[in-house]
């Protein structure tokens, strides 16, 4: 019985074994595709299309340079919402809003001042003898450069416009003490403009083309820009329906003739670029100098309001409450500006690098959203292009170290 068993046992082992008698094995998986992050590049260009979807804008241009050159320049979307408007591309002008305030009034105050035709801490009274006897004899230019002259903005007279703002600012009663309180008006600048042309005898339009703009090669920046310029301008709109292309959005502006201190300049991304490496140049491009370097130094240099709450430069923003270009990374000594119409430039000296956003805005209610939009693709360019600051920068500057 043993033996049979054994037998039995042994033939078993001979007994082929079917693959179907085996369990079923799958083959192996394929390895899942680990999807590489977006390059930074890559999601700026992911930041303008989701802009785009959300109808924030209908385009932009997105310049991102150092003093040496352009790192990064694209066209994005149209150039108004209509679905047959031209592609956005890098050379369309735009209308500048209030950075003007910047590339136009601010340098042209500070080269008169460099000239000695005027100084910063003339009291207004002496350009305006209007404002005598009016209660502002402390009332500086200075102030009026860094929005801390206590004005508040008011209605033009369309029959003599820049008479009613001298007239308007003279009588008007301080809204705050001067120096400290930081009220963002654009009467800073339309008179600053005026004084422009009492100090140098031209218009501000002519003075900043001819002491900034052609010495730099800005061949695209003017106010009122030439009949043959339309075909490359982006239309604004704003709470209106009408749309302006080659008209200053700004309704002061267009009272003023369309040149004035605060708003009607048009550019375009190139030239800014031109703009900003002339200020990171310390004043001077490709050897070209148009600003002395402790001039430019000092129209970047901090003042403080609201108990030290609020830094501007004269003219430039600093750390304000409309400071979202800056993001995340960009230095505490970097500066730079925004404009209504949805432009905007930053520029950081310690990082030798600037941002340029010049868009179609469409959606002007949603504020914080534009601003984000503002603030992330600084961020991101710091990442593409810069050197982003270090942890411990980081925690320094969160401690106000």
Known sequence: MRFLFIVLFLGLLQTPVLAADLPAISPP??????????????????????????????????????????????????????????????????DLASLTKVIATAPAILKLAEEGKLSLVDPVKKWFPEFEGKGKDELLLLYLLTHTSALNDFSLDSANPMQSAIQGAASQKLNGEL????????????????????????????????????????????????????????????????????????????????????????????????????????GQL???????????????????????KVIRGLGWDIASPFSSPRGNFFSRGSFGHTGYSGSSVWIDPDADLYVILLTTRVEYRKKGEFNQMRSTLSTLAVEAFGAPPSLQELEDADSGE
């Open 286 to 308: 490709d050897g070209k100098r148009v600003m002395a370097q402790r001039t430019v130094s000092q129209m970047t240099a901090p003042y403080f309001s609201r108990g030290g």
């Open 29 to 94: 998986s394929p390895p899942a595709e680990v999807k590489q992050p977006l390059s930074p590049a890559a999601r700026i260009d992911q930041l303008m299309g989701s802009s785009i979807q959300k109808g924030l804008i209908s385009g932009g241009v997105v310049l991102v340079g150092d003093s040496r050159s352009t790192r990064f320049a694209k066209g994005y979307g149209r150039v108004t919402a209509a679905a047959e408007a031209k592609p956005m591309t890098v050379d369309t002008i735009f």
């Open 179 to 282: 120096g400290s309180r930081f009220h963002y008006a654009d009467i800073n600048f339309i008179l600053l403009a005026e004084v422009v042309r009492r100090a140098s005898g031209t218009p501000l339009d002519e003075y900043a083309v001819k002491n900034f703009y052609a010495p730099l090669g800005m061949k695209d920046t003017a106010f009122r820009p030439a009949a043959d310029k339309k075909g490359r301008i982006a239309a604004t709109g704003g709470d209106e329906p009408q749309q302006y292309c080659g008209e200053p959005q700004d309704h002061l502006c267009r009272q003023l003739g369309g040149v004035a201190g605060h708003a009607g300049l048009f550019s375009t991304a190139d030239d800014l670029a031109l703009f900003c490496r002339m200020i990171l140049g310390g």
